[in-house]
Structure formats: structure tokens, C-alpha cells
């Protein structure tokens, strides 16, 4: 899981029963889509102890920074930001505007729980991300003895079973996690050390969990896991489907209306699932497919365990199935004993496939994964360049297909207001943002809009039929 939303999720909350002021909930998430959900499933779980979400630390009752531990340099971003609240809590005491509960989630606080226990005193709770549904016994704990630490052990399903049925979730589209864990150890990557083995939900609680979301209106859903095609929950026959399977399943869903999922792993993308891509109208044309590195070599030391022709023949196999298809993927450049050669694998890689969209970063050391201590680390100025490179060759890729939609009528799913008066904003099936004047009045619905232009990271169009 690799791209970055390092921003507040809120959440709209009632008031606790019995009109008492709601408590407020300050969470601020760091990291992928899965930290997203699980922040929105934190504030699910609070919603009936009177938490109601607010958008700012100061002034909170309770603040959860929800850690992601992929970046370089995360624990410490999470002692700044740490500092800071601690000298929130202290103004709060000393102006006698009561207590501040701090907490600290995700993978870091799975990670480095003791440690932050100790290195920083302000904080009440630590939780890792297969505990958070114990949010309301450990703040009942930590009224009465400070310092209380769970969350530990991996037991997702748990997890799941004990979070309320129902979620705040508002707008037409939602991340829904399906499955969580990571087998796979790629050599740089702390997934599986932090959220355990791979574990798939069972299809009845996903299904039951996706009606429950487009009883609220959500008309799209997200399918998340860490190696979400890996997917094999459990069926109504107690045999486990595999993703493509739960995707016909959701796609029964009365207005459930588009599905996509993410991350996958290329070990992992089954014929069923190349096969749905083919007939189920609901599964949209965008996959988020990482590759990494163009190089076997390199591929070899990431412990990847494909090759590059075995992607090649996989975006063959998934461009003959769906034609249109826009693929999206990750890559590190960087990656220790990264020689020009291999880099160039990459970049001849990127050609060949074309992406619509993709996030890329420099390597950097993880601690307590193999790569960490591999020798012949690639110096960070070599490292730049090579991004800068890559980068400038994604961006063309992106613009260019954003560019070639002009032209094409595309069924926009509207999802809010936009900046300018009756603006609206809404997805297309590739997943850009489209900019369309006088359509607000049609958040919720799929509507047909001709694309007139295509920026770097936005279409625009316009409306050729309202109803
Ligand atoms: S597949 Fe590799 S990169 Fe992805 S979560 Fe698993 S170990 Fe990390």
C-alpha cells in the first residue's frame, strides 16, 4: 500500500443519547486507504460513547493519530506531531478545560508500542490496527490506570465481528476492507511484520457490510486489502470465494453500482478475476497493479517472486479481457544495487505498459527488513535523478491519457459540490476527478458527461443529459 494521504478523516456523529454535548474526536490519518477505513471504523466504534468527530486536535477530547510505518522516518513524524499535542493537553489542564486522551494507532503503535509508551508520557493509549474495536474498554481502562497497551496480537477477525454493524460513513462512495495481512515479505517492506499473515473476511459479513452502505447511498465501493486480490473468505457453503466471485456477489447489490479494489499483487491476479474484468460492467477499468522495478535482478532482490515478463503477459492477458483498462502502479527507485542498467529496465518497463497513473518513491531503509542491511545502498543523489526521470516519464503517461479522453462521453459518478457555484465534482470510471459546471443538483447519480479536457490530474466536462 503506497500512496500517501496524509490528511484528517472526519466523521459526521450525533450526539450522545440523552442530549448530553458530544465529546470530540479528533483522528488524524496517516498513509493508505486501509488507515482511511479503519479511521472511519475508530470513529463507528466512539460514535455511541458521545464522540462526535471535530476538525482540529485543539479543543479535543480525544485525539487518535491513526500511523502508517511505510515511510521513511514515520515514528518520528509521530514523536513531532507527539510534542505537539502534549503541549496541547498541558494548556487544556492548566486553563481547567479538562482532560486530553491521546492515542496512538496503526502500524507504528504495532511497531514500536513500548517504546512510545515510554518515550512519550502524554500518551494514554497505544493500539495496533487489529485492536481498535477494544477503543471503548481501554479509554473505560485508562480512566482508572494510565498506560494501558493492547493490540499486539493479530487477530482480525475479531476485530471485525466486534465492530458495529453500521457505519457514519456519508457520500456515494466508501473503502470497505475485505481482507488484511501480507504473506508475501518483499524484502523492503514492513507490511507483514505489522499486520500479520494474509486473512480474508467471510463473504456474508463483506455482503452484509456493502448493503448497509448502499442503503446509505453509496453507489461505488472500494475493496481494500494489503494483497486484496489474495482474497478467499469464506462462503455461504463454508468454501472460500476468491475475489472475482465476491465481486459477482456485490454486484447483485441493488445500487451498488461500481466496484474496484486495491492493492494487488501480480502473484495474485487469477484468471477468474482477469475473466470478470471481462463481463462484469460493475468492476471498473482501473487497476492498481505495483511492479516495483523493471529489473529481474532487481526483482529477484526485492523477493518479489514474478518477473517482468510474467507482468508483460498478465497486462496482456487483462487488456484482452478489458481493452480499455488504465493501469496504475507503484515503483521504488533506488532499491540497493540499483545499477543504471536496471534502472533503465524501469523506464523501458513504464513505456511498454502505459500507465494512467502511478506513485513512485526513493528506497529507503525500513528497520528490521532484509533490504535494510543489503549492501551496495544506492546514494541518495543517483536515487534523485533516477526519480526525477521516472517521474517526469509517468507524468507524460498521465497527462497524455487524460488528454485522450477528450472527446468521449463518460459515465460520471457525481460525488460533491464543487468550488465554483453549481459545480460538481465526480469520478470517472479511470478514477479521475471530472470538473462539471451546473451539476450539483446531481450529486449521487451516474450521468453521461462529454470530457472537453483533459488536465494533469482532472478532467473536465459537461453534462449532455440531466436526466
Ligand atoms: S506484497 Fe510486498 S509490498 Fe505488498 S504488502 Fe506484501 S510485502 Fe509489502
Redesign the pocket.
Known sequence: ??DTLDKPVLEDGGAPEGGAAPKRLFIKTYGCQMNVYDSERMADVLRPLGYAPTDTADGADFVILNTCHIREKAAEKVYSELGKLREMKERRAAAGQGGMTIAVAGCVAQAEGEEIMKRQPAVDLVVGPQAYHQLPELLTRTARARGERIGADFAPNEKFDALPATRGTEGVTAFLTVQEG?????T?????YT?GAEWSRPVAAVLDEARALADRGVREVTLLG??VNAYDGEGPDGKPFTLARLAYALAEIPGLDRIRYT?S?PNDMSDDLIAAHGDLDALMPYLHL?V?AGSDRILRL???KHGRQKYFDLIDRIREARPDMAMAG?FIVGFPGETDRDFEDTMDLVRRVNYASAFSFMYSPRPGTPAATMAAQVPDAVAKERLHALQALLTEQQVAFNQSLAGRVLPVLFEKKGRHGAQAIGRSPYLQSVHVDDADQLIGRIVPVEIISGQQNSLSGRLIQTN
Open positions: 500500500m503506497t501480507c504473506d508475501k515479505f518483499c523492503f517492506c514492513v507490511v507483514p499486520r494489503q494483497n492493492t499483487h505495483p516495483q526485492m523477493n518479489r507503484d
